[in-house]
C-alpha cells in the first residue's frame, strides 16, 4: 500500500497537468446540442484510450515520436472546426430566409442516426487525440520509466477521465454559469476547435525548416 499510494498521486497529477485544457474542449462540446452527453463521454474516453495505447506501445517499443509529426494533428480540429463554422453559416442564412435549409434536411434524411452518432463520438475522440501531444511528452517517458505499473497509470487516467466528463458536464449545467455557456457553446465551438487546431498545427513547423 505504500508502494501504490505514491504511485496513484503521480498517475493523478500527470493526468491533471496534461488534460486542463480539455475541461474547455469538454464544455464546449456539452454546451452544443448537436452532441448529446453520452457522445461526449464515449468520444473523450475512446480518445484517452488511444492517447495511453499509443504511449504504451512507444514505451515498451522504445520508439520516440519525431519533433513536428505530432503537430499535424492539429488537422483533425481545424477540419471539424472549419466544417462547424460552414453549418453556422449555412443555418443563419436559412433563418434569414424563414426557411429551413433544404439540403442540411436532405443530408439527415439520407444518414442514418447511428452512423451520426458515431461520427459525433470519433470527431471527439479526434479532438481528444489531436489535443494530446503534451499527454504523449508524458505520458511515454512515465511508461518508460516503470512499465509494472502501466496498468495501474491506466486504471487511474480511465477514472479521471470520467471525473473530468463529470467536471466539464457540471460546468455546463451550473445555476449561474450554465446559461452562458450554453447558450454561447454551438457558436463557440467552431471557433475553439479552429484555434486549438492552428495552435496544434504550429508544432509542425518545424517540418517546413527541416526541409
Same mark, same amino acid.
Given at each position: ?23 474547455? $474542449?469538454?464544455?464546449?462540446?456539452? +454546451? ?5 452527453p453520452a457522445q461526449?463521454? !464515449?468520444?473523450?474516453?475512446?480518445g484517452n484510450a &488511444? ?5 504504451? /506501445?512507444? /514505451?515498451?517499443? !522504445? ?12 488537422? !483533425? ?9 460552414? @453549418? ?14 433544404? @439540403? ?11 452512423? !451520426? ?7 471527439? +475522440?479526434?479532438?481528444?487525440? /489531436? ?17 509494472a505499473h502501466i496498468?495501474?497509470? &491506466? ?7 470520467? &471525473?473530468?466528463?463529470? $467536471? ?18 454551438? @457558436? @463557440? ?23
Open positions: 500500500m505504500e508502494q501504490i499510494l505514491p504511485i496513484l498521486g503521480v498517475s493523478v497529477v500527470v493526468f491533471v497537468s496534461t488534460n486542463i485544457d480539455d475541461i474547455l $474542449l469538454l464544455s464546449a462540446f456539452f +454546451a452544443d446540442p448537436g452532441f448529446t461526449v463521454v !464515449a468520444g473523450q474516453f475512446l &488511444a492517447l495511453v495505447t499509443a504511449s504504451v /506501445a512507444c /514505451a515498451l517499443l !522504445a520508439v520516440r515520436v519525431p519533433d513536428g509529426w505530432i503537430g499535424l494533428l492539429g488537422l !483533425a480540429p481545424l477540419a471539424l472546426g472549419l466544417r462547424g463554422l460552414w @453549418a453556422l453559416w449555412r443555418g443563419s442564412r436559412a433563418r434569414e430566409a424563414g426557411v429551413a435549409d433544404s @439540403a442540411d434536411l436532405a443530408d439527415s434524411a439520407r444518414e442514418p442516426h447511428g452512423s !451520426a452518432s458515431r461520427f459525433k463520438v470519433i470527431a471527439v +475522440a479526434s479532438v481528444t487525440l /489531436a489535443n494530446g501531444g503534451d499527454n504523449l511528452g508524458v505520458y511515454i517517458p512515465l511508461f518508460s520509466s516503470s512499465p496498468p495501474l497509470h &491506466a486504471a487511474v487516467f480511465a477514472v479521471m477521465t470520467g &471525473a473530468w466528463c463529470a $467536471l466539464g458536464h457540471r460546468l455546463v449545467n451550473h445555476p449561474i454559469l450554465g446559461t452562458r455557456i450554453r447558450r454561447s457553446g454551438r @457558436a @463557440a465551438l467552431p471557433f475553439v476547435l479552429i484555434g486549438l487546431g492552428l495552435w496544434i498545427l504550429s508544432d509542425a513547423l518545424v517540418l517546413v525548416r527541416a526541409g
